[in-house]
């Protein structure tokens, strides 16, 4: 079976990886040329554990970087579109890289090319906007959505050995190719209505940021009510024994709210999409508000421990989440943003991956360190923002630095 996979960043070129190493011959595309030289070269571009090495075995084997997206499409019985789908101003997902990257193709693909949407889009999408688009366009390939679950940092790992298969599918053909494709990782797979496929992913990601917000108004009370560990309530909670041992528990913990490309944008559009069909979702409004709250209350919480605006700051963790090089919607550009509003001058920062893109994504005026050491002995006042493991035990380390824990993580 010859597979093309357009879009080549996080879930894309995992998904092409992960389809080549069960032998199947994959062309993979990306409109940013850069990457697919990078990618060409033997080179993951951004820092995911497992890919180098599958990319090392299937790259001009099983795997190849297409010249353009005509030539990837060429002869292939499925097309997988992985691109982003970020959120546009009123929380709405935007389409157009998704529409875009299906135009690229249309001329080229025979009729019977199942055109897989892997993107995460919001419930109705594939029934109300692709199909129509797609039809209007006199292409009638079967279509299908087949949301991805896969965590960054775990890429290779959740893909190779995921927990369950959902697709969404409109006809037969499209079911009997994905069923094909997805044999070899003997895996659930669950063949439901595109509209259910799109609903589960947006369910699971809800809940997830439900948790992170259930979990930070919990501990802002527990400061309330005062004379409470916070950290120690939470990991006694944890041995409860219908949670205990549960992966979920890493989201059923408080710190300065949810970033990265997936949880912010992905309730923002399930909260866009409830208010178009008329229905407010009370709970999920709340979590997004508290969440959009988090960066200013911790900057206040810093901001409390440190002696003045001249005061010199320093920032431990610049990622989303430990584990990754992605800043997209990171939480510490956030409070950074809001203390350099708020007047604090100096600060000083350092991430063990993170640092070049950061600096790339967001040109904050801060200095960057080279190691945590700098940063604990340039400033008095350092906050834990992301949750490293070689940050651990750095409070013993410098006993005299006035540590702000927004990860809750120092005391484990
Ligand atoms: N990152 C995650 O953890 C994750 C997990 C599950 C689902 N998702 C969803 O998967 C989708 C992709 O996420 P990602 O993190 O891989 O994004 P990404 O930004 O890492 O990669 C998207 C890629 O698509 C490319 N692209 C854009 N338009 C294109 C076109 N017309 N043709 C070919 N390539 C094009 C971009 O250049 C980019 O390299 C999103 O909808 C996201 O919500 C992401």
């Known amino acids: 079976m010859q597979i093309a996979v357009f879009g080549l960043g996080f ?37 995911e554990p497992g890919l180098d090495d599958a990319l090392a075995r299937n790259l001009g084997k099983t795997f190849t970087i297409a010249e353009s997206a005509i030539d990837a499409a060429y002869k292939s019985d499925i097309c997988f579109f992985c691109v982003g789908t970020p959120g546009l101003s009123d929380g709405s997902a935007d389409l157009a890289h998704l529409l875009s990257a299906i135009d690229s193709i249309l001329v080229t693909v025979s009729k019977v090319c199942v055109l897989v949407v892997k993107s995460t889009i919001p419930p109705g999408t594939l029934k109300e906007r692709i199909m129509p688009y797609v039809r209007a366009k006199g292409a009638n390939n079967p279509l299908a959505v087949n949301p991805e679950f896969l965590r960054e940092g775990k890429c290779w790992d959740d893909f190779m050995n995921a927990d369950r298969i959902v697709c969404g599918v409109t006809d037969d053909t499209a079911k009997n190719v994905l069923m094909k494709l997805y044999m070899p990782f003997d895996t659930p797979i669950h ?22 917000s259930y979990s930070n108004e919990m501990a802002l009370l527990a400061d309330a009510i005062g004379d409470i560990e916070t950290a120690r309530a939470f990991r006694i909670l944890h041995e409860d024994r219908r949670l205990a041992g549960a992966g979920i528990n890493t989201y059923i913990y408080p710190g300065c709210g949810y970033g990265g490309y997936c949880l912010p944008k992905d309730t923002a559009a399930l909260d866009a999409v409830a208010l178009k069909k008329g229905f407010t979702p009370q709970i999920l409004e709340g979590v ?11 900057a206040r919480k810093i901001a409390r421990v440190a002696g003045g605006k001249t005061e010199e700051i320093g920032i431990l963790g610049l990622s989303f989440k430990p584990g990754s090089d992605d800043v997209r919607d990171s939480p510490a550009a956030k409070i950074i943003a809001t203390l350099i509003r708020d007047g604090y001058v100096s600060i000083h920062t ?8 950061f600096q790339n994504t967001f040109g904050l005026s801060i200095t960057y360190c080279t190691s945590v050491r700098e940063v604990c002995e340039t400033c008095k006042v350092v906050a834990l923002v992301t949750a490293w493991e070689e940050f651990k035990g750095i409070d013993k380390t410098f006993p005299d630095i006035r540590f702000v824990d927004c990860r809750y993580f ?3």
């Open 288 to 298: 997004i508000s508290l969440n959009n709250e988090m960066p200013e209350l911790t």
């Open 350 to 357: 350092y991430d063990p991956l993170a640092m070049r893109e």
């Open 410 to 412: 120092l005391e484990n």
């Open 191 to 212: 063949f439901v209505e595109p509209n259910t496929a799109e609903f589960i992913k947006y369910l699971s990601n809800s809940l997830l940021a439900a948790l992170v």
């Open 11 to 47: 879930v894309g070129l995992t998904t092409a990886l992960g389809f080549a190493d069960k032998g199947f011959s994959v062309r993979g595309y990306d409109i940013n040329k850069e990457r697919c030289a990078e990618i060409a070269s033997g080179k993951v571009p951004f820092f």
